[in-house]
């Protein structure tokens, strides 16, 4: 039995860490070294970190402060936001970051996945795809950042990626995304099976069933998780949490092989 990864999703913006709800109204969270040392302490096995205004400010990483994130943690870190070239990744992962996610970039000149993939290898590079519905209920490849999308539909860009030499797709619903609502499970579903790399679905994490119900859908072997780690009640007041070791067992118990 394989075990299911549970992976914090953080969004920075800047020098904060930030929540958005459906890719909107960014809300001011924490310190990003802070939070990142709290995930630290409560043995989180891996994260995934995303700048989510360098691509639109024309911005490069800020390799210092991705150096003092990366000090603090204990646990691999994908970064995303503001890649655009080898050098850059190159750059990041001597930082003591483990991968490198690339999305907007991607959009603008696929063929920078397969310089990573053959400079770096495939294990570095995770390919991140933003889908949302049209207003038919279609779902469509989503630009964040307002660019050209070469191909719409999710799947067909997926495999493209794939092709290419992404390692893994960060699958992010931004219907979902922030609501809690849980995970969808109908794109999902539309996944699974079809893919020879693993797909990391984020947008939507609710409770311990949706998270369940998100694996066996999808036959998944990792789910993203943002607003629920970072929010406690209906307030949504901020307190860092994770699972424990029995809960994330519970997910792999009987939905992964």
């Known amino acids: 039995m394989l075990s299911v990864r549970v992976i914090p999703v953080l969004l920075l913006r800047r020098s904060g860490l930030v929540k958005t ?8 969270v924490g310190d990003p070294i802070n939070i990142v040392r709290i995930f630290s302490e409560k043995e989180v096995d891996e994260l995934i970190l995303t700048e989510i205004r360098a691509t639109k400010d024309g911005k490069r990483p800020d390799f210092e402060l991705l150096e003092q994130i990366a000090s603090e943690a204990f646990m691999p870190i ?6 655009r070239s080898v050098d850059d990744a190159t750059r990041i992962l001597r930082l003591g970051m483990e991968k490198v996610s690339i999305n907007t970039a991607a959009l603008e000149r696929p063929s920078l996945v397969q310089e990573l993939a053959t400079e770096l290898g495939s294990q570095c ?6 889908v949302q519905k049209d207003a038919l209920g279609r779902y469509q490849v989503f630009s964040h ?7 719409t539909n ?5 495999d493209r990626l794939i092709r290419l030499g992404a390692g893994e797709i960060l699958l992010n619903a931004v219907d979902r995304d922030g609501t809690m609502e ?7 579903r539309l996944v699974r099976g079809r893919f020879d790399v693993p797909v990391i679905a984020c947008g939507g994490a609710s409770d311990l069933g949706n998270m369940r119900a998100a694996v066996r859908e999808g036959a998944l072997s990792a789910v993203g998780v943002g607003a629920r780690f970072i929010y406690e009640g209906p307030y949504r007041a901020v307190l860092v949490s994770y699972l424990t070791r029995s809960e994330i067992e519970s997910l792999s118990a009987g939905v992964v092989s």
């Open 21 to 28: 709800v459906r890719f909107r109204n960014a809300a001011y």
């Open 182 to 188: 849980g995970f969808d499970l109908t794109l999902l």
């Open 78 to 83: 994908c970064y995303g936001g503001g890649v």
């Open 154 to 158: 999710p799947l067909r860009w997926i």
């Open 125 to 130: 590079v995770v390919a991140s795809v933003d």
């Open 145 to 151: 950042a307002d660019r050209p999308v070469p191909e």
